[in-house]
Nanobody, 115 residues
Framework: QAQLVESGGGSVQPGGSLRLSCAASSRPSSIYPMGWYRQAPGKQRELVASITSSGSTNYANSVKGRFTISEDNAKNTVYLQMNSLKPEDTAVYYC?????????WGQGTQVTVSS
């Protein structure tokens, strides 16, 4: 069973950028897309971006045009490039398949956007 480890979070000012990484021991699924999720305090976890094994991507409306999901198949790593960050992007970010598999939830990586 694959293990997913998120990294790359941090604290940035509004308008800043971060790149998150999700390293897997192996691609969890050749069928289901990989996704980046986030959970802000007091809110439900939400899907922000997904990518299929063929490279097709989808984004939540709230991040469209600002975030880019990509995958390096050779490294079994999924990235989330986040630009023009806003305070409302503050959350813990996780990667998982889409739909998510409960055993793949990791610790996540904290992103804080504040002036």
């Amino acid at each position: 069973q694959a293990q997913l480890v998120e990294s790359g979070g941090g604290s940035v000012q509004p308008g800043g950028s971060l790149r998150l990484s999700c390293a897997a021991s192996s691609r969890p699924s050749s069928i289901y897309p990989m996704g980046w999720y986030r959970q802000a305090p007091g809110k439900q976890r939400e899907l922000v971006a997904s990518i299929t094994s063929s490279g097709s991507t989808n984004y939540a409306n709230s991040v469209k045009g600002r975030f880019t999901i990509s995958e390096d198949n050779a490294k079994n790593t999924v990235y989330l490039q986040m630009n023009s960050l806003k305070p409302e992007d503050t959350a813990v970010y996780y990667c998982n398949t889409h739909p998510p598999y409960r055993n793949y939830w990791g610790q996540g990586t904290q992103v804080t956007v504040s002036s």
